[in-house]
Antibody, heavy 121, light 111 residues
């Protein structure tokens, strides 16, 4: 059974940094692309960033490009999201999602339970 | 630009059927999508991926009450024999070279 467990969320001030982690189990981690998706309070799902199974290809939403960095450690079965220069509008629950394919050009087929990031002074 | 359009809300009675719609933007009618369910205060759950020809593959443990179909640029999720736990937000998702795209979601109320 696929299991995704996010951690690293919390309350930070504008301009600060945070690193999210997603520990994966139940599947061959290096085979599948992974993504981060966020949901602001009372809003819909917003894709943030994706990374291919090998880690060789990464993609970002325009809203986070240049501030966020996605990475993965395949031997440790862990996905990361380094978030710098955080803004109030980055406040959301951040979900880790597994893709159904090695590339990010695919559907998401498993989700974590999410971790809350709150940016406020 | 790749865009998915969903009605904000839908409602149906307990035990009835409901058909939710996700519409692909012009020029993207051949794209496959996925349907995800988000129950209140929970994370999303993958329901199925749905191809332009209507073929679909459901996630593990998804009941037979959930089915998908396609017509042109429209992608449908049909839920039959509605139960109270089906009250949730339903999102469609597609993808381009890299980025994922989500529809705005449909809030389903079970009366």
């Amino acid at each position: 059974e696929v299991h995704l467990l996010e951690s690293g969320g919390g309350l930070v001030q504008p301009g600060e940094s945070l690193r999210l982690s997603c520990a994966a189990s139940g599947f061959t981690f290096s085979t599948y692309a992974m993504s981060w998706v966020r949901q602001a309070p009372g809003k819909g799902l917003e894709w943030v960033s994706g990374i291919s199974g090998s880690g060789g290809s990464t993609y970002y939403a325009d809203s986070v490009k240049g501030r966020f960095t996605i990475s993965r450690d395949n031997p440790k079965n862990t996905l990361y999201l380094q978030m710098n220069s955080l803004r109030a509008e980055d406040t959301a629950v951040y979900y880790c999602a597994k893709g159904g394919c090695p590339s990010t050009s695919c559907y998401g087929d498993s989700w974590g339970q999410g971790t809350l990031v709150a940016v406020s002074s | 630009q790749l865009v998915l359009t969903q009605s904000p809300s839908a409602s149906a009675s307990l035990g009835a059927s409901v058909k939710l719609t996700c519409t692909l933007s012009s020029g993207h009618s051949s794209y496959a999508i996925a349907w995800h369910q988000q129950q209140p205060e929970k994370g999303p759950r993958f329901l199925m991926n749905l191809n332009s020809d209507g073929s679909h593959t459901k996630g593990d443990g998804i009941p037979d009450r959930f089915s998908g179909s396609s017509s042109g640029a429209e992608r449908y999720l049909t839920i039959s024999s509605l139960q109270s736990e089906d009250e949730a937000d339903y999102y469609c998702q597609t993808w381009d070279t890299g980025p994922w795209v989500f529809g705005g979601g449909t809030k389903l109320t079970v009366l």
